[in-house]
């Protein structure tokens, strides 16, 4: 019988990776309080699939520029003190949206998106590098499962709760949410200095800036998990077009986007949850490769569904699939980089992350102005079906890497 610690269970031992992920709970649960309070005004106020696509551009608006800078300032200074300061300034973005929410145009929304956006762009890179200081490297797998299961939970709950708050007026979420993000920056400050596993702070020179793309283009099976993901979910999400599903397809208000929102998360949950209790120990570029189809085929069945139970049930194996990809690809990141570059390299995933999420949210809105919601969720689906397939050929070490564990594969 696997010990605590093999399982995965005996990774919460650790204080301070305790308080991480309820610092992060609390942060998730903010995020998508705030992003559903925006999306459900947004399109309230317009009934345009375009202004719900904008959401997504605006949001990406920092991500790039910032990338360049955000992982060199993880490697640099205290991580828990940049978590820090990006909790100050979603603390402002939130503050901004209690005083505006109120108005007639999406426009303020979009500044404000911006601002969220920036601190998204410092705090992922900061998180994640922190994330492998807390734990011993061996645990990894299994704190990475446990972080995902705990983001999940956040995304399950922060929906919901918007969608019930939103009626009691516009601004409530958004007072929940900073609350919450109150509370994170508490429990972080709360935690001990993690130390960092050896290296020398890396000097602020332009090769630093892009040694983070230099390292991921020079690991074939870490290039092929996060282009693969950047392809699918740019080409195939759906989570833009939702409040046209929730008010015009399925005909429930914000609390049925709320369900609509968590649908996924329930399903990355239950995933998440099983492999915190049996981490992936063989085959796991097949699995990678085989949960991606998964997730494209259960979007082509989302955007044929008829009533909001079939669609919420879609969804849930959308995000089952979807996690599965996720533990995969940050295991391989966090296991495969050095110490002294994490913080660059996370940073470079979280650009891409970003443009997947944020500009396929745009595409989304944009091509179903044209063609309507239903033929764009479709046909992304299908574009993710075919990129896992061709990745598989395009990037073998990927397809071929085995165990987690540093550089095997099934060769």
């Excluded at 993880?74 to 108005?103: C, E, K, N, P, W």
């Excluded at 007639?104 to 992922?124: D, K, Q």
């Excluded at 764009?376 to 071929?400: K, Y």
């Amino acid at each position: 019988m696997a010990s605590g610690a093999e399982s995965g269970g005996g990774v919460l031992r650790h204080r301070d990776f305790r308080l991480f992920l309820t610092s992060r709970f609390l942060w998730g649960v903010a995020l998508q309080m705030q992003a559903i309070a925006i999306a459900w005004r947004v399109y309230e106020v317009t009934r345009d699939p375009l202004a719900l696509g904008l959401i997504g551009l605006f949001a990406f608006a920092p991500a790039l520029p910032l990338s360049f800078v955000a992982g060199a300032v993880a490697d640099r200074h205290d991580r828990q003190r940049v978590l820090a300061l990006t909790y100050g300034a979603m603390s402002l973005g939130l503050a901004g949206f209690i005083a505006l929410s109120g108005g007639s145009t999406a426009w303020p929304a979009y500044g404000l998106v911006v601002i969220l956006g920036a601190a998204r762009a410092f705090s992922n890179p900061a998180s994640q590098a922190l994330l492998a200081n807390l734990v011993p490297e061996a645990e990894f797998p299994a704190a990475a499962a446990w972080s995902n299961t705990v983001n999940q939970t956040g995304v399950i709950l922060g929906p919901s709760i918007g969608g019930l708050l939103f009626p009691l007026g516009a601004r409530v979420p958004f007072i929940v949410a900073l609350l919450a993000v109150v509370a994170a920056f508490i429990l972080n400050a709360s935690m001990a200095r993690a130390p960092s596993r050896g290296g020398r702070r890396p000097p602020v020179t332009l090769a630093v800036f892009i040694a983070g793309y230099r390292f991921i283009w020079s690991a074939p099976a870490i290039l092929g998990a996060i282009t693969l993901d950047l392809v699918a979910v740019l080409l195939g999400g759906a989570t833009a077009l939702l409040p046209i599903y929730a008010a015009d397809v399925f005909h429930f208000g914000p609390w049925g986007l709320g369900l609509l929102r968590s649908s996924p998360a329930i399903g990355s949950l239950t995933a998440a949850f099983v492999l915190t209790r049996a981490p992936l120990t063989r085959h796991a570029g097949r699995v990678m490769f085989g949960a991606v189809i998964v997730y494209g085929c259960a979007t082509i069945l989302f955007a044929l569904a008829t009533n909001i139970w079939l669609g919420m049930a879609c969804l849930a194996v959308l995000g089952a699939a979807d996690i599965v990809s996720v533990v995969v690809r940050q295991s391989l990141i966090q296991i495969d980089t050095p110490d002294d570059m994490r913080g660059r390299v996370v940073a470079v995933h979280n650009i891409l992350t970003s443009a997947s999420n944020n500009l396929g949210d745009f595409e989304s809105g944009a091509l179903a102005a044209l063609i309507g919601a239903g033929p764009t969720i479709m046909a992304g689906g299908a574009c993710a079906i075919v990129a896992s397939m061709a990745w598989m050929r395009l990037f073998p070490a990927l397809r071929d890497r085995d165990s987690l564990a540093r550089g095997q594969s099934s060769r």
